[in-house]
């Protein structure tokens, strides 16, 4: 009987003990603990209350390669620091946000397809996550060097006459300030025909005459860009021109020469962006020497009137 009276109250102290350590907050903190290890889970995310933007590299313009993307690393935390469970979004700009990557929580990589620029410039993007938004500004720089090609059509005009024209031109572009410098290097032609009736010997005979230009042509260029859709470029520079003639009595078989003579030139040129290039109109001056043909004396001023298309190559 001793015995049992001894373990009921042995019983009734291990309970009251038990009681009072669940009571404490080590107790407390115990019973709270998932795997009873004594150790308290994470707390749970609040809400966004500041971003951080982490852009990095200024940002090359969309040129001919419009599929591009750029990721900005934007990091979302709460007022305690911790990573928020808000997901950031992008707005604003002349460039387009196309999605967003989860990096581990609270981080976040944004993509964005930067816009098309014609000269170094920045502008200003607003991220936002939950009720709180930075803002974000970006340096957008233009490729440099650009190497275009283009081809143009049009007419030539000399002392009246009128013929066609064509030209293929290359060129090296990079940025000086606000503005471009380039090199130009141009392959040209035009042909002018006329027909006049000689008296030869008291009889009238027809004349033919025809002649062809093919100057090449290295040139220094200025440009610069007009409300980031149009841009205009001057150009001067000079090389040499073949000329050949031909010249047909009625009846007679053509007598033909050609030679070699100094050509300079000067151009204005404008057009606007319009998919990888430019289209171009173009009026041009160029001067072509004596080529010491006796069917062609003296020199020769050629305005042409052009139009083509650049193709930025890269």
Known sequence: MILKCEIAR???????????LAGSPSGARAAGAPDGSGEE???????AAAIRVTTGRPILSAGSDRGRLESFEVVVVDAAGNPAADVPRGSGGRGEFRGL??????RWALLYQPPLVLADSTEEVVVTAGAVSKRVELELVIPRPTFPLGVKAGVAVVGGRLGPALALEGAAWTVLGRTQVGLLLEAGWWMLSSTSVASIGGADASVQSTQNYFPILLSLGWRVPLA???????TAGGGGAVVSSSVRLSGQEAASESGFAPAATASLSGGPRLGPGFP???VRATWIGDAGLSTVSGSAFTFLGLLGYQLDVF
């Open 228 to 234: 980031n859709a149009w841009m205009f470029w001057v």
């Open 280 to 282: 171009v109109l173009e």
């Open 41 to 47: 889970g994470p707390a749970a995310s609040g809400p």
């Open 101 to 106: 990557l989860p990096i581990e929580p609270g």
């Open 10 to 20: 042995l019983s009734w102290q291990l309970a009251i003990a038990l009681a009072l």
